[in-house]
């Protein structure tokens, strides 16, 4: 697989990453271990040097999970991974990116991770009782004493990652972006461009809705996110249809499915983004990664462009309490 660096910070990675939060939390039950391991290892073998967990995925069992399958070929891949939050007995995540915290947990994600080093540490949702001058600081110091080599935000606003930036270059702001949901290209982006800072989209696949798999009559189990999520409500769904209809359309004139036609798109739209879908299924990995030997013209995005203009996707990305935390 085609390498890309993310941004100015010379960290390189797969053109496509691998997303490892839906194994163990998310999106149903979490796999067999055994499974998770060896469709791990089996992107691997497919070219991707690039996955993403969290010690909030599971909690902490996908962080394992990740850090079991990847240790034998640890020096071949860079693993991304994630603090702010504290995890109460119930589950519940409280933001939390004090200092003291970050150390932690870097600390614990290094050896469930089994590693001495995490490449890439994101601030997994801005902490507005934390200025993030201080968490820049702090992983600035951990970078230093070469337990983090690069500094990440997720769905951080533009003001934000400048004031991070500042005070430790940022190597990657980790968002959702697809062709269902395009705000980043209104600030973040061009922010993202000016200062050097790749970009790495998570729901690529617009959580599955744009592969075409989900229909209008879907319904998600009560430990499936997507239950909660207003544009998979059943009106949502239904409206949203032709979005999925215009993008069939696409792919069958280009020899592609529907998910290798969105990932093709973002990775068309800078050469410093690198998606990272996820899956549970060898299949749908190695139809996902069939997205990067897809080049889509400047006439292709004109077209799609054109055609998406017309339709308004229906229903909020996320529900309200978590909105609350996206784009500070």
């Not at 969290?54 to 909690?59: F, K, Q, S, T």
């Not at 110091?141 to 990440?152: P, Q, S, Y």
Request: charged share 25%.
């Amino acid at each position: 697989m085609k390498k890309r660096k993310l941004g100015r910070s010379g960290l390189e990675v797969s053109a496509l990453g691998f997303g490892c939060m839906g194994l163990s939390h998310g999106l149903g039950p979490a796999v067999d271990t055994r499974d998770g391991i060896a469709l791990i290892r089996a992107a691997a073998e497919r070219g991707v040097t690039f996955f993403d967990t969290a010690e909030v995925y599971g909690p902490f069992t996908n962080e394992i999970l990740v850090g079991e399958a990847l240790e034998p070929i640890r020096d071949q891949v860079v693993i991304a991974t994630k603090f702010g939050f504290t995890v109460r007995d119930d589950k519940k995540l409280i933001p939390n990116s004090k200092p003291e915290r970050i150390r932690e947990v870097a600390d614990a994600s290094l050896k469930r991770l089994r590693t001495d080093r995490i490449d890439l540490f994101y601030q997994h949702r801005v902490d507005p009782n934390v200025p993030i001058e201080d968490v820049a600081g702090t992983v600035r110091d951990l970078i230093a004493e070469g337990k983090v080599k690069h500094f990440g935000l997720s769905e951080a606003g533009a003001q934000t990652i400048r004031r991070a930036h500042a005070v430790q270059p940022v190597a990657a702001l980790q968002s959702e972006y697809s062709l269902w949901w395009r705000e980043p290209e209104d600030e973040i982006l061009p922010t993202l461009e000016e200062l050097g800072i790749g970009f790495v989209p998570f729901s690529p696949l617009g959580k599955g809705f744009l592969t075409g798999a989900i229909k209008e009559t879907a319904t998600f189990g009560k430990d499936d996110f997507r239950s909660n999520v207003p544009r998979f409500a059943a009106d949502a769904l239904k409206a949203n249809q032709g979005l999925v209809e215009l993008l069939g359309q696409i792919a069958t004139d280009k020899g592609a499915s529907p998910a290798q036609i969105a990932l093709a798109w973002l990775l068309a739209q800078k050469p410093w983004i690198a998606p990272i879908p996820g899956t549970t299924k060898l299949y749908r990995l190695e139809e996902n990664l069939g997205g990067a030997n897809f080049e889509l013209t400047q006439s292709d995005l004109a077209k799609i462009d054109k055609a998406l203009a017309s339709i308004e996707v229906q229903g909020d990305r996320l529900p309200a309490h978590l909105a609350s935390r996206a784009g500070r």
